[in-house]
């Protein structure tokens, strides 16, 4: 189990699904390949597989313990979903809930379940089946979700959004319930208090309530920047965007303003879905970044 500490706080990776090859241009259809070619000597083979031209991700949470609570960042995929327009996570059986048990956590422990932007792979496990219902999967937990995003996937009101089908079912399973259950938090404004050293600020683009977790223990920093980046390529060309933003022009703004911040505080950044060493030191080079250092699990 991948766990590092900063500061006074733990913080422990819990894998969904492991590293798994998807399609560059699924993924990044407006991404030229001379892009990916031009960093292949360092993405290759962690983030990038040239010659299946595949980008390499992985579906994965993080648990944090800080100051006596039991936080969990983005909830994955969750099994038995109806996904029909997203084939990788339709229907899955995966054991998400063994591999938190073996970081030491019981549904029941957590206290507080942050989710970074309604996408169906970051909410999934906000509910389980329970006599054929979808109930809170996390009794005792309050739900952080923007307004923002809970207005926008809402199918009562009516959005058009660019990912169509790709979000189907998802707020009706996976939101709805926990809404329902009176157990959600949504937050407005630009920024939110979680408390044990953690708080959450909007970074608008990927979906309109897209937002980052900023960690602070001691002189130690983190952000989990959720789908803020789905490739470190996107560290060295931040204007960089994949077909699921559904704002490029203000995704890019939020990527370059959380990379500058991220560099200027020290701080480990921590995106959803990079396999491997997961996180990043970045620092600044001119108008791009690049990776300073790795994240170093024990």
């Not at 980008?55 to 006596?68: D, K, N, P």
Request: charged fraction near 25%.
């Amino acid at each position: 189990m991948d766990t590092i500490t900063l500061g006074n706080v733990e913080i422990t990776r819990v894998v969904e699904l492991p590293t798994k090859g998807l399609a560059r241009d699924f993924i990044f259809p407006d991404v030229g390949i001379e892009h990916w070619r031009a960093h292949e000597h360092w993405l290759a083979p962690e983030f990038l597989d040239p010659a299946a031209d595949e980008i390499r991700t992985m579906i994965q949470s993080w648990l944090i313990r800080s100051e006596g609570r039991t936080i969990l960042i983005d909830t994955g995929i969750g099994n038995g979903r109806e996904r029909p327009a997203m084939p990788v996570f339709h229907q899955l059986n995966t054991d998400y809930l063994g591999n938190l048990a073996a970081a030491g956590v019981r549904p029941e422990d957590v206290d507080t379940v942050i989710c970074t932007h309604v996408h169906g792979d970051h909410v999934g496990w906000n509910t389980h089946r329970v006599d054929g219902a979808w109930r809170p999967t996390f009794p005792n937990a309050e739900y952080v979700i923007s307004r923002a995003d809970f207005d926008y996937w809402n199918p009562a009101n009516g959005h058009r959004t660019r990912s169509g089908d790709r979000n189907a079912n998802v707020f009706e399973d996976s939101v709805a319930p926990v809404h329902e259950a009176g157990q959600t938090v949504l937050w407005e404004g630009d920024h939110h208090d979680i408390g044990g050293g953690l708080r959450i600020e909007l970074a608008p683009g990927h979906t309109p309530g897209s937002a980052v977790v900023w960690l602070g223990s001691g002189t130690d920093r983190a952000v989990f920047a959720g789908d803020l980046l789905h490739s470190p390529l996107q560290i060295v060309e931040p204007d960089c965007c994949p077909c699921f933003d559904e704002d490029e022009a203000a995704a890019r703004v939020s990527r370059r303003r959380v990379l500058e911040e991220a560099a200027d505080r020290g701080a480990l950044l921590f995106p959803a879905h990079f396999p491997g060493p997961g996180g990043a030191e970045v620092r600044r080079e001119g108008s791009r970044f690049t990776v300073k250092e790795w994240a170093a699990w024990r």
